[in-house]
């Protein structure tokens, strides 16, 4: 049983690009969650879908930013003209979606900006 | 707003000792609680986790313990090892299966 997948594990742009990081669900979850972590720093919640629906974006900044769990397909985190500061490690995690059940983690996106 | 704190923030132990970590959580309504082991580089990794309806929970060293009244909750490591040094992250879970992180503890064990 495939655990949460990320791609890609490293990603290089330079200012202005787009960056596009994928994950993929364990199998049997439909929850899907995406986190930001600086070096040294903890976790910081982003955004929360299922299923081609977005249940909570409050964690993500408002502009630049977007996320979709389209029907088929991955979950895709786009971050469009980035800056140096959106350097960081992007983990998503799923869950099956049933109330308090566990967020199992990818290895996450070290996104550089150059 | 929600909020989750963690205590220490850096624990360093000699290898055998026991190590505690402490959180406090805002939100009443928290009713599960996992604990994250994330070693350097690599993902976090649920080692425990805890619901509302018990008090205490123990898997070979580690062990939670939840305290809802006065809102906070511990891990427990006993007999320690070199290969238990990693960042801990308690969380607390809020309403719509979301859960917020508390900001880690490094703990370092001394062979």
């Known amino acids: 049983n495939a655990g949460v997948m990320q791609n890609p594990r490293h990603l290089v742009r330079r200012r202005g690009q787009e960056a596009r990081l994928r994950c993929s669900p364990m199998?049997?979850?439909?929850?899907v969650y995406w986190y930001r972590q600086l070096p040294e720093e903890g976790l910081k919640f982003m955004v929360y879908l299922q299923k081609e629906n977005i249940i909570d974006e409050s964690g993500m900044p408002k502009e630049r930013f977007s996320a979709e769990f389209p029907k088929e397909g991955p979950s895709i985190l786009r971050i469009q003209q980035v800056v140096r500061g959106d350097s960081a490690a992007y983990f998503c995690?799923?869950?099956?979606?049933?109330?308090?059940?566990?967020?199992?983690f990818g290895d996450g996106t070290r996104l550089s900006i150059l | 707003g929600e909020n989750v704190e963690q205590h220490p923030s850096t624990l360093s132990v000699q290898e055998g000792d026991s190590a505690v970590i402490k959180c406090t959580y805002s939100d009443s309504a928290s009713n599960y609680f996992p604990w994250y082991k994330q070693e350097l580089g690599k993902r976090p990794q649920l080692i425990i986790d805890?619901?509302?309806?018990?008090g205490e929970k123990k898997d070979q060293r580690i062990a939670v313990t939840l305290n809802k009244t006065a809102k906070h909750f511990s891990l427990h490591i006993t007999e320690t090892q070199p290969e238990d040094s990693a960042v801990y992250f308690c969380a607390a879970s809020l309403a719509g299966d979301k859960v917020i992180f508390g900001p880690g503890t490094s703990l370092s064990v001394i062979p």
């Open positions: 995690a799923s869950s099956q979606g049933d109330r308090n059940q566990p967020q199992h």
């Open positions: 805890i619901r509302s309806n018990v």
């Open positions: 199998k049997g979850h439909s929850h």
